[in-house]
């Protein structure tokens, strides 16, 4: 559809943008999303490291 109204010219500039936009927003909250789950994994493996360190500890 982009393609399309990209071939219509300038008149379709505000419609194109909007697209753009309403894409950015997608993008932005599925890049959130993955921060949200690279964090959560980044507390997941200092976790298991801290337990590695400390059975390490008791042996």
Known sequence: MYADLRRQGPETY???????????????SKLEQMRQTLDLMNAKVALYQKLEQEQIAHV
Not at 14 to 28: P, Y
Request: hydrophobic share 55%.
């Open 14 to 28: 505000a419609v194109r943008r909007e697209m753009l936009e309403a894409h950015r927003i997608e993008v932005a």
